[in-house]
């Protein structure tokens, strides 16, 4: 059965005089080449110049604060239970009293640790979260020579207090889920 | 006055030098450029504006490497090799005649090192010899990929050296001279050899690319047969050296290729400009530089358009036709003399 119309029969025959010459095909393969030096380069460089993500892109977590700038988390675990990598550990705290402006809930991860070099970043965690507390954002995890580093404990995940400290989670925040 | 003159010698010596390791320097960074961008890519962009400063990092990475001599290499050739190399690329460069002739005081210099009469053959004894470089580094490494690749050098540049001199010696039968200035000379205007060797041209060209060890011939150094060929075991400037001479030998290649065969300094219409005798120098020079470049653009155009030979493909190339080539060139150019000057009798 035939499937395509590339495929060639292989024929045995003499090379002609300006085959054997060689030199028509060296230059035809010159021409070829030097029509790739004026073609325009499909590079992109990177630090300048950044690729357009999609508004769904998902990179490195954030653990979101209220507006009041407590954490939402409540280390249920659920995210962790999600995880297919199971990059995710966490201890569960109970929240003290005069720590309410910290944590939202009486509950709360006194350690939450992701480790990035396990994370597929498929982000079922966050559609697990019933607490809109995580979110996969934009962001890009940084390289590192060192194992030990790509664990994220709450240091580098959870977003600052101040306004210009939070982190946007565009189009995936919010809206789509109440609580 | 006397001193004048050797000043001005001095002066040329030390220019021809400078510019043969900066124009090489910058070979290794264009080298690079012409790849990337005949593949779709930008090529080194890193250092300084569009990575021009790239030869220099090159350059301070090889020196800050690791210097290593194999303990079962012989010592001594082992360094003398890339002294060999570097010593013939850089010797050849004084018989190339960079331009006319410059006036100081009514007196004129010629733009040239020295012109001895029997210049081709200088620049092609220098140049033999530099194979010397290649077999002693690749013998005294102590290396079978080492040895290989020096041997295949070797082979490959003395088998080529024949075509390359047959196809001189049909150009020398129609100049008369041996002094690379009065070949240049003759080609004033727009006469240039390739006009009137258009055959010898071709097989002085593609044994040029034999002779640099450069693509598709670049069987000594093959990397993905013999690792690195010839300078598997060198490290630190010591290969520096070596690919450094490979890209001396090429602008050296391409400024005897355009002073032989495309008119040197010379360009057409050049009695037709109006200018100081100086003037008109100085612009023939920077012509034959423009040619210079091109014929190095030329050496990386196929380097990155060719496949490398197999090695008896090589051979074959060379020795059943390239020879027989060369030699019917000589025949026809000397009948075709005879033929012209009426000394032709059947």
Same mark, same amino acid.
């Given at each position: ?71 939402? &988390?409540?280390? /249920?675990? @659920? +995210?962790?239970? *999600? #995880? %297919?990598?199971? =990059? $995710? ?6 929240? !003290? ?21 396990? &994370?597929?970043? /498929?982000? @079922? +965690?966050?559609? *697990? #979260? %019933?607490?809109? =507390? $995580? ?6 995890? !940084? ?37 | ?13 030390v220019a021809v030098f400078t510019i043969a390791l900066v124009i090489a320097m910058y ?320």
């Open positions: 059965m035939q499937l395509t119309n590339r495929s060639k029969v292989v024929v045995q025959k003499e090379m002609t005089m300006a085959e054997q010459i060689y030199l028509p095909a060296i230059f035809k393969g010159m021409m070829i080449t030097i029509s790739h030096f004026f073609k325009k380069k499909p590079t992109i460089n990177y630090p300048e110049v950044k690729r357009p993500i999609a508004p769904v892109y998902r990179g490195q977590h954030v653990l979101k604060r209220d507006e009041q700038g407590r954490e939402n &988390c409540t280390a /249920c675990g @659920l +995210c962790a239970v *999600a #995880c %297919p990598a199971e =990059a $995710i550990t966490m201890t569960a705290a109970e929240r !003290k009293r005069g720590e309410e402006s910290l944590y939202r809930e009486e509950k709360y991860a006194s350690v939450y640790e992701i480790n990035m070099l396990r &994370c597929i970043f /498929c982000g @079922l +965690c966050e559609e *697990a #979260c %019933p607490k809109e =507390a $995580i979110f996969l954002t934009d962001r890009i995890v !940084k390289v590192g020579t060192e194992r030990d580093t790509f664990i994220y404990g709450k240091d580098k995940l959870v977003e600052g207090i101040a306004a210009d400290q939070r982190i946007d989670v565009g189009k995936r925040g919010g809206a789509h889920r109440k609580f | 006055m006397e001193l004048f003159d050797l000043l001005i010698k001095l002066a040329l010596v070979s290794t960074y264009a080298e690079r450029k012409v790849a990337a961008f005949l593949q779709d890519r930008l090529g080194p962009n890193r250092a300084g504006p569009y990575g021009i400063l790239q030869p220099l990092a090159d350059g301070g990475k090889m020196f800050m490497k690791e210097e290593i001599i194999p303990s079962k290499a012989d010592t001594f050739l082992f360094i003398l090799g890339p002294c060999i190399a570097m010593m013939t690329a850089c010797m050849t460069g004084v018989v190339i005649p960079w331009g006319n002739t410059l006036i100081i005081d009514g007196k004129a210099y010629i733009m040239q090192v020295t012109d001895i009469n029997v210049g081709i053959l200088f620049a092609f004894a220098v140049v033999s010899i530099g194979v010397y470089g290649i077999m002693i580094g690749g013998w005294a490494s102590n290396n079978k990929y080492s040895l290989l690749g020096a041997i295949r050098a070797s082979s490959q540049m003395i088998s080529y050296e024949l075509a390359m001199g047959f196809s001189i010696i049909a150009l020398i039968m129609t100049t008369g001279s041996l002094s690379l200035r009065d070949i240049v000379e003759q080609q004033s205007g727009f006469h240039w050899n390739f006009l009137y060797q258009p055959l010898g041209c071709l097989l002085f060209i593609i044994c040029a690319f034999a002779e640099t060890n450069r693509a598709p011939f670049d069987l000594p150094e093959c990397e993905t047969e013999l690792v690195g060929g010839y300078h598997t075991e060198y490290s630190s400037m010591k290969l520096g050296f070596y690919l450094f001479a490979e890209y001396i030998n090429m602008f050296i290649s391409a400024a005897i290729i355009s002073a032989l065969f495309f008119g040197g300094y010379n360009f057409p219409f050049l009695d037709k400009i109006d200018a100081p005798h100086n003037v008109i120098t100085l612009i023939g020079t920077a012509i034959f530089f423009a040619k210079i470049i091109f014929f190095i653009f030329f050496f990386m155009w196929v380097r990155w358009t060719l496949p490398r030979f197999r090695y008896d493909q090589l051979m074959h190339l060379g020795w059943y036709v390239l020879l027989p080539i060369s030699i019917l060139n000589v025949l026809v150019t000397g009948a075709v003399t005879l033929f012209r000057n009426g000394q032709f009798h059947f």
